[in-house]
């Protein structure tokens, strides 16, 4: 008879410990299609082929529209209005059957625009919310720029030229004259992150990223977390059919004394955002790459409205980027290091619409400039001008099923001097289906 009481007891106890905690939800998109691009460079410095260089692609891709992802999420009722909850996301790449993150720029995992190398390389983290009040998390998670950005970007972050706030991966790295360079960091490691609840329509969130190790570095091997944190605030305003959002962020990397001629590509923010600059000012070529220099500020700011008027939703945006030589820096190799090694500022105006219930389309218009550092002196370039258009549209087979068509264009004009890459134009576009569960 103790036996069945206990046997009882024990089911009971393992029956309520099951009830209390909800179900995991497995989540993912998969994207893949057709993508094509076409680009024209024009440089009166070069003389073969009257300073014009063309060139074009074209492949069976992924993630045109959605980056694909296999993700893992979770919440458990602690009682009372508090919850606990969790993420992990990876990315995928379908179209070669491997991890995103297996080949992507950020091999440490660090604060980055693009994902890391180990499983959990988009997201990873775990928190705890309290209804009426907010919430925070601990791990690997999305900046404030990147969350309020993607629910005012008109193209709703495309990874394909045209974007002037947003440069997906697609367009980061397709053919010259499509890139504007890259206005914001998208993810930030070892990060505290916090929410408020929306009160009266007001939200403000924070976000504090922390270094995991603290140490000088001595070779040209890749960065990692090495003498960087960073922290964001963002507020937004919800009002009826308007939407509001001002967002800013900073990153600080602290490593001084670094020989230029042995310096690594370490990116701002613990390694990982990278700058695109001229390799020179008097190269033949543009160069996309990392500034070498250590000891940077990196202060990024984002602006956007949107307002619903039922037939279409507009949307209106500008994104700042300033990256600043900290006091104290001493790089050997550099005769005149400027303060300022990088600025960018954009600004995009766009609209979405069903014509359909079943057909979704989009439109997007942007410009702005930025200007880099020659990466052997650190001196500053020319100013790069820069325009982009994007139109698209969506066909929905079902609520998580869709296949989408999109036509991006981006171009770029040096400022006085005629440097190299003066003048570029690209293009490009894509055909894809997309399925989410």
């Known amino acids: ?19 209390a905690q909800s179900s995991v939800t497995v ?11 076409n680009a024209t460079a024009y440089n009166s410095k070069v003389a073969t082929n009257g300073g014009i260089v063309k060139s074009t692609s074209s492949q069976f891709g992924q ?15 602690l009682g009372g209005g508090t919850s606990a909850f969790f993420t992990i996301e990876a990315g995928l790449t379908p179209a070669n059957a491997s991890l995103s993150g297996g080949t992507a720029v950020d091999a440490v995992q660090g604060t980055s625009t693009d994902s890391g190398s180990a499983l959990n390389n988009r997201q990873s983290f775990v928190g705890l919310k309290k209804n009426g009040l907010g919430q925070f ?11 309020e950005g993607a629910k005012t970007d008109p193209t709703a972050y495309m990874n394909m030229t045209g974007g002037v706030i947003y440069v997906g991966g697609n ?9 504007t360079n890259i206005g ?27 270094n995991n190790t603290n140490t000088q570095m001595v070779s040209s091997s890749s960065g990692g977390n090495q003498n960087w944190n960073g922290w964001g605030l963002g507020a937004n305003y919800t009002w009826q059919k308007l939407y509001l959002t001002a967002n800013y962020q900073s990153f600080v990397t602290k490593v001084t004394g670094v020989d230029l001629a042995a310096a690594p590509s370490y990116n701002i923010g613990g390694g990982q955002t990278p700058l695109t600059v001229q390799a020179s000012a008097t190269s033949s070529a543009s160069s996309a790459g990392y500034l070498a220099f250590t000891n940077l500020a990196d202060k990024q700011t984002y602006l ?13 945006q500008w994104i700042g980027r300033k990256v600043t030589q900290n006091s104290g820096q001493t790089v050997t190799g550099a005769s005149t290091l ?21 057909i979704e389309a989009w439109a997007s218009v942007g410009n702005g400039r930025y200007r880099g550092a020659d990466l052997s002196t650190g001196v500053q370039l020319n100013t790069v001008s820069f325009t982009a258009y994007q139109i698209g549209s969506n066909y929905y087979l079902s609520k998580r099923t869709n296949l989408y068509a999109a036509f991006g264009s981006t171009t770029t004009t040096s400022g006085s001097g005629g440097t190299a890459g003066s003048g570029t134009n690209g293009n490009q576009y894509a055909i894809g289906a997309r399925h989410t569960f």
Not at 27 to 37: L, N
Not at 137 to 145: D, K, N, S, V
């Open 27 to 37: 989540y993912g998109v998969i994207d893949a299609g057709y993508i094509g691009a």
């Open 1 to 19: 008879m103790k036996k069945s009481l206990f046997a009882v007891a024990a089911m009971s106890a393992i029956a309520g410990a099951a009830q």
């Open 171 to 179: 367009q980061s790295g397709a053919e010259s004259g499509q890139s």
């Open 338 to 358: 400027s303060s300022t090694q990088f600025n960018r500022n954009a600004q995009q105006i766009g609209v979405r619409s069903y014509i359909t219930p079943a």
């Open 184 to 210: 914001f960091t998208n993810r930030a490691s070892n990060a505290l992150t916090a929410a408020s609840d929306t009160f009266a329509g007001f939200q403000v969130k924070g976000m504090y990223a922390m």
């Open 304 to 316: 956007a409205g949107t307002y619903d008027f039922g037939i279409l939703k507009a949307y209106a």
């Open 63 to 77: 993630g045109a529209q959605s980056t694909s992802r296999l993700g893992f999420k979770g919440t458990e009722d």
């Open 137 to 147: 998390a601990f791990g690997r998670q999305y900046t404030p720029i990147y969350e």
